[in-house]
């Protein structure tokens, strides 16, 4: 009855099978990926352990500076810091296992707790200034990259390349001595009220916004010059259109490392600028309790920092695959 | 943009960056006889003296010529970005050279080392880094280069493996050259061009970082004339002495841009249809 029968059967079971192998495909690299994040963990903390331990003695910082020699090898022997080196790395990894990453030394509060306290302000800021970035530099980048190449352009082009080599700290004092000193118009230092986030956001997106300005500028200027535009163009696009319907939606397929690279740098990198806006995130914690040896908050902030990191690579990576379809397949 | 603009635009770049570079190594050079004043010696009796004739650009808190001070500070921040920068050419070239020509553990060992430096963000690293081996000229020349050399080794090691590909390397191979011979003879003059760019570049990050942990206080000790030490010096007295933040803000913004012309001037050159994968 049916003559096609078989080769349809074999068509479905062949696809059947595709789909197969695809599935398993995804569920390795997500295996490969997790077994990476394992190994970069690991080798995070014992290169940690064992470079805090040469910075300095646990002992002597919990102890303080004008402990005695008996009070010190109480503290060692409390803390199991008289044990061979190798032993007390392996308790260490035994009780990060246990989700237990210590207290810290300065206060005796869990050190994961700390980190945790301070997080939220890091990843709002972080979030503020990507959004910032992004919300500025797309269209921005779109203009610039659009044709003709307009004095108008030309100027713009130089500035983002001047503000291109302006550190984001540079900026952030230089915006807190017109807009704070001088000016009066905008708060310095705090957290909660909205005016106080102007300040930080704009100068972590003043660093941002001209690298990822000129990325989207050569983007779409690449774009602008491919088959399909002059398609759309023959077809009755408007500039308008072919510009932000047509060009920028391909542009932004190149941009979606950087700005993933941006997001983790943010969450790592937006160090200085919250020392100079006292803003209480895991960078300004970093510095305190590095600079007090409080070692189980740096190991923390470290392991915090290398997951949070780690995930949004992933995740640039992974939107990248669906937003690009040819690359979807490829994998 | 017409042809000969097209050519003359990335000359320019190099031509402009190069000369700002040459000023200011000339600066760095011969600006102490110039100035003749000591960065270190302050005179309390002219604290936060505005710009003028005596003090070409003010004095700080302490009396002490800004402009003595800034010049010391570009001797400092250039060679201690100059020295990260080729320390960490040096390191990542020769391990991308040595990933693409080799295979197994080795290459693995190498590929491996530059994704686990780079996943772990690098001013956190520094930081810790700069806990345990102190302050001073050399830990931080050390720490940058040793934590920034994956940049050069991931694209040294990529270019390699396409020009090993190539007839002319195969060539060579076949008339007898070893792998050293190779490497050297035939590899490293074809990434000329690409590590140039990436020099220029590099050296703007580096002097970013030095000034960012300077101004930490991590990199510099206390009261050395650095330009990250200076900015941090003047936040105290943003009120009185504004020119105090601007002359080592500016001088920090000059440098970068100036590496940055450079870096783009050479990437046009070297591949003027602007397909590199750098920056």
Redesign the interface.
């Known amino acids: 009855m049916y003559a096609y029968g078989q080769p349809m059967l074999a068509i479905i079971t062949t696809r059947n099978s595709v789909e197969d192998s695809s599935a398993r495909m995804k569920r390795q690299q997500l295996l490969a990926r997790l077994r990476?994040l394992v190994?970069?963990l690991l080798?995070?903390t014992t290169a940690?352990f064992f470079?805090?331990r040469?910075?300095g003695d646990p002992a002597m910082v919990l102890a303080g500076a004008d402990a005695t020699p008996e009070q010190l090898a109480a503290l060692r022997a409390q803390y199991g810091l008289d044990r061979p080196l190798a032993i007390q790395f392996f308790m260490y990894l035994w009780s990060l296992l246990q989700f237990d990453f210590g207290a810290s030394l300065a206060s005796g509060v869990p050190a994961m707790e700390k980190v945790m306290d301070m997080l939220p302000a890091t990843l709002k800021l972080s979030g503020l200034a990507m959004g910032f970035t992004i919300v500025c530099a797309i269209p921005l980048g779109g203009w610039l990259g659009a044709r003709p190449?307009t004095p108008a352009r030309r100027i713009v082009a130089a500035i983002v390349?001047?503000l291109?080599?302006?550190?984001g700290?540079?900026v952030g004092?230089?915006m807190?001595?017109i807009f704070a000193?001088?000016l009066g118009w905008l708060p310095s230092m705090g957290h909660e009220e909205v005016s106080t986030w102007i300040l930080p956001t704009v100068s972590l997106g003043a660093f941002l916004i001209p690298k990822l300005t000129r990325v989207v500028a050569?983007n779409i200027n690449e774009s602008l010059q491919e088959d399909y535009i002059r398609t759309a163009r023959a077809s009755g696009a408007s500039e308008f259109e072919v510009l932000w319907s047509y060009a920028l939606p391909n542009a932004m397929l190149g941009t979606t490392a950087l700005i993933g690279t941006m997001f983790?740098?943010l969450v790592?990198?937006a160090?200085?600028t919250e020392?100079i806006f006292s803003w209480p995130g895991i960078g300004w914690l970093?510095?305190e309790s590095?600079?007090n040896?409080d070692f189980p908050v740096?190991q923390a902030?470290?392991l915090v920092?290398?997951v949070l990191?780690?995930t949004i690579?992933t995740l640039a990576d992974l939107l990248f695959g669906l937003l690009d379809p040819r690359i979807r397949v490829r994998t | 943009m017409n042809r000969a603009l097209s050519r003359f635009v990335p000359r320019f770049e190099l031509a402009l960056g190069g000369l700002l570079v040459g000023a200011l190594a000339l600066l760095g050079v011969a600006g102490k006889a110039w100035v003749g004043l000591d960065p270190m010696e302050g005179n309390l009796m002219a604290r936060f003296t505005p710009p003028d004739a005596a003090n070409l650009l003010g004095t700080d808190n302490l009396g002490r010529d800004l402009f003595a001070r800034v010049l010391a500070g570009l001797r400092w921040s250039l060679s201690a970005a100059l020295l990260a920068t080729s320390a960490a050419a040096i390191i990542g070239t020769s391990l991308g050279l040595l990933a693409a020509e080799t295979e197994g553990w080795l290459r693995r060992l190498v590929l491996g080392s530059i994704d686990l430096v780079l996943a772990f963000p690098g001013l956190v690293a520094a930081i810790v880094v700069i806990a345990v081996v102190g302050q001073g000229f050399w830990p931080l020349v050390l720490t940058l280069g040793l934590l920034s050399w994956p940049v050069f080794a991931r694209v040294v090691y990529a270019e390699s493996l396409k020009l090993l590909a190539q007839n002319y390397v195969l060539a060579a191979r076949l008339s007898g050259a070893g792998s050293a011979a190779v490497l050297i003879g035939h590899l490293l003059p074809a990434l000329k061009g690409t590590l140039a760019v990436m020099l220029a570049f590099h050296f703007a990050d580096m002097l970013i970082a030095e000034s960012a942990l300077s101004f930490l206080g991590l990199a510099a000790p206390l009261g050395e004339p650095t330009w990250g030490n200076m900015l941090a010096e003047s936040r105290p007295h943003l009120f009185r002495a504004p020119w105090m933040l601007f002359v080592p803000a500016g001088a920090i913004v000059l440098v970068v841009v100036a590496a940055n012309l450079v870096g783009d001037g050479l990437a046009r050159t070297v591949d003027p249809s602007g397909q590199t994968s750098l920056k």
């Open positions: 990476d190994i970069l080798a995070v940690l470079m805090l040469l910075a190449e390349f001047v291109q080599g302006t550190p700290f540079v004092l230089i807190i001595q000193v001088d050569t983790a740098f790592s990198g160090v200085v020392i970093l510095i590095t600079q040896l740096v902030i470290a920092i290398t990191v780690f690579n």
